[in-house]
């Protein structure tokens, strides 16, 4: 069923624009321009809603084992050689293959709000709690059941201009399950495509563990996502290795990729959320409109399994009712296992 | 000779600001559209000059990347509608109350997909009114604003995989509504009819 074409129907016969609005507004527009430079100026910049969609665990919790503020940044090749221990794990691990549902559960907080308005153009922001569970079956198709918490605020203005706002929704739906359908066929895994993950596990299972043929991959899926830079390949492999429950040679391929990148630092040995212990690498943006930001993965140094990711903010922002650093998102895999059955 | 590209006159504006009125020009009919089939038409108006007014002012911290600035401008009028639920949902409504199809030269067949189609579109409203605002913005702005993923993308300012992501969750939300008012087969059936109807 073709939707979006019925989608796009609706509301087909409204009438054209009112020439008598037009000009107002453009005549406004004029006056704007023609006023005096402080008019002119160019206000703060329009926060929408952000980047990431993490999955979560307590706020409070955030403040206790904050990653980000972890200063101990190393070199890059620091960085290279934890990433390439870690490939030397997965590639030493047994790399069975299982027809059954890849199965994560975790916890974590994602951005939300609204923005943008221009009498409060930096709009009202806030962090919620998101607990996630998938199954995803080798053909693609699957279940994802998410429960959002009660927002937590990163500073009291925040909290003002939403009960002034008259409490809008900001975190979406309480409770979602949702049961998706499978990876249609003939599918170039290197062309973003509409599914959970946005890679379906075939496509998954079918990637090469050729360091050099993965990176070609990795490269096409980054020129297709408009962003052929370093950020956006170190952010790819995440997504290879967030919720597919790669398999060790690929895992293996991944962190090497990861290791011939531009810019990824070592932060060293760090405790998770969940207690665990794990090697954090991290990769810093400073050409995000959200802000200096940093992006990190947590891995287990023995098995080579993603723990955790988090984003952080290390500078001011005028967005933001809070100092830096910001943690803006994290993601604390619990569970990453192969299971027969979906819950 | 071509016309300069929206990011050459949103740069121009900076130094001589009534550039930035061929910007206007160029995409208030469009941005007007997209905000008068999502929000009362009174509405539209305010938010379609406001959508103008806040680019402008903007217009500095526009990535001159990006030749073509209506990602930017339906991001920006996409977040007013953020605050104009109410109107929206109003909307909607509207849309459950009143909704056909034009199309032409049906044959007998194509009239009853017609017929159906019809009994559906207030159900489509009424499912869209349903489902959350994320999904419904990415949705609205590939089917109404006529953007491409990686535009939607930009406009929202999320990654290419959210978009992908709540477009998926968001045509499965509207199957499934449908399919709960027992429109599952209809709207198939009348999406046939659109298609052929080009």
Do not use: C
């Amino acid at each position: 069923m073709d939707d979006i074409e019925l989608l796009r129907h609706l509301g087909h016969d409204v009438p054209p624009a009112d020439p008598v609005a037009r000009q107002a507004a453009r005549d406004a527009l004029v006056a704007l321009a023609m006023a005096p430079t402080v008019a002119n100026r160019a206000t703060p910049r329009l926060v929408r809603v952000p980047r990431l969609i993490w999955t979560a665990a307590s706020i409070a919790l955030a403040a206790t084992v904050v990653l980000g503020v972890l200063p101990m940044v190393t070199a890059p090749s620091a960085a290279a050689s934890a990433l390439n221990r870690a490939a030397d794990v997965a590639a030493g691990l047994f790399d069975g293959t299982s027809n059954g549902y890849r199965h994560t559960k975790s916890v974590g907080a994602e951005l939300a709000g609204l923005g943008g308005t221009p009498d409060r153009p930096n709009g009202i922001w806030t962090l919620v709690p998101v607990a996630r569970e998938i199954w995803i079956a080798p053909d693609g198709s699957g279940r994802l059941i998410e429960t959002r918490g009660e927002p937590t605020w990163f500073g009291p203005a925040d909290k003002a201009a939403w009960e002034a706002a008259g409490r809008p929704d900001l975190a979406g739906p309480a409770h979602v399950d949702t049961r998706f359908g499978p990876t249609p066929p003939g599918v170039d895994p290197a062309t973003p495509q509409p599914w959970p993950g946005s890679f379906s596990l075939e496509n998954v299972d079918a990637l090469p563990t050729d360091t050099a043929a993965l990176r070609q991959f990795i490269d096409r899926r980054a020129a297709a996502a408009g962003a052929a830079n370093d950020y956006e390949r170190f952010t790819i492999v995440g997504d290879l290795l967030r919720e597919t429950v790669a398999a060790p040679k690929l895992r293996a391929a991944l962190y090497r990729v990861a290791a011939g990148l531009g810019g990824v630092e070592l932060i060293g040995s760090v405790t998770d959320r969940a207690g665990r212990p794990g090697i954090a690498v991290a990769m810093t943006n400073s050409q995000s409109s959200r802000g200096l930001e940093r992006r990190t993965l947590i891995f287990d140094p023995q098995t080579s399994m993603l723990l955790a990711e988090e984003d952080v903010l290390l500078n001011k922002v005028n967005w933001l009712d809070a100092d830096p650093p910001i943690v803006i998102g994290y993601n604390t895999y619990l569970v990453s296992d192969i299971v027969p059955t979906i819950r | 000779m071509d016309r300069e590209t929206d990011a050459v006159v949103i740069a121009a504006s900076h130094e001589r600001p009534t550039a930035f009125t061929a910007v206007f020009d160029r995409h208030y009919d469009a941005v007007h559209r997209y905000l008068a089939r999502r929000v009362a038409t009174d509405l539209a108006d305010d938010l379609a000059a406001d959508t103008f007014a806040i680019a402008f002012r903007l217009r500095d911290r526009y990535d001159g990347a990006h030749d073509d600035a209506r990602p930017w401008l339906f991001g920006i009028a996409t977040n007013l509608v953020r605050h104009h639920r109410r109107s929206e949902a109003r909307r909607l409504r509207a849309y459950e109350r009143v909704q056909t199809i034009e199309s032409t030269e049906l044959d007998e067949d194509r009239v009853v997909g017609r017929a159906d189609a019809a009994l559906a579109l207030p159900r489509v409203a009424r499912a869209l009114r349903r489902i959350p605002d994320g999904e419904r913005d990415a949705l609205l702005l590939l089917a109404w604003a006529d953007l491409s993923y990686d535009e939607i993308a930009r406009a929202l300012d999320i990654p290419i995989g959210t978009v992908r992501s709540r477009i998926h969750r968001g045509r499965e939300r509207l199957r499934e509504l449908l399919a709960d008012s027992g429109q599952s087969l209809i709207a198939e059936a009348i999406t046939e009819v659109i298609a052929s109807d080009g």
